[in-house]
């Protein structure tokens, strides 16, 4: 068996996250290095490394929880849409980058932030839950 990736100590709380949605399959959370302010990482809970090789009703549940939450980022943050990256090269455990974009110049992780400050963090996280809160998945977002 694999060691339990950071993602995996995220979701157990054994390191600290910004959660923005729970359930029994999938949660999401802030990325520590944004490319732009609102980036949420969704991810299963099973670790499983690549997007291949998640059940197919996994992979399901896990993009149908990216839809509502890109659907509200783009109504949250100034974008003219949501991308979404699968690339799955930097932590072994099958995650999906939602990034509220203006271009598609946007979409690059070399323009990561990795110097955001908590405050900045915790700011788009909290604007993230009262944005699910208000379209009706408050059972699914954690407290702050």
């Known amino acids: 068996m694999a060691d339990d990736s950071i993602f995996t100590r995220i979701i157990r709380g054994e390191l600290p996250g910004r959660f923005v949605w729970r359930d029994d399959q999938v949660v999401a959370f802030g990325t520590i290095a944004p490319i732009r302010p609102g980036h949420v990482l969704v991810v299963p ?3 499983v490394d690549r997007w291949t090789e998640l059940a197919p009703e996994l992979w399901a549940r896990t993009t149908a929880v990216a839809r509502i939450i890109a659907m509200v980022l783009e ?8 991308g979404l990256i699968v690339a799955g090269l930097e932590v072994p455990h099958c995650h999906i980058h939602l990034i509220p974009i203006r271009s598609e110049g946007d979409l690059n992780f070399a323009l990561a932030d990795a110097g955001a400050s908590a ?4 700011e788009a996280a909290e604007r993230t839950r009262a ?14």
């Open 45 to 47: 809970i099973t670790q």
């Open 75 to 82: 109504s949250t943050f100034e974008c003219d849409r949501v």
């Open 119 to 122: 405050v900045s963090l915790d």
């Open 131 to 144: 944005g699910l809160r208000a379209s009706g998945h408050g059972a699914q977002v954690p407290e702050s």
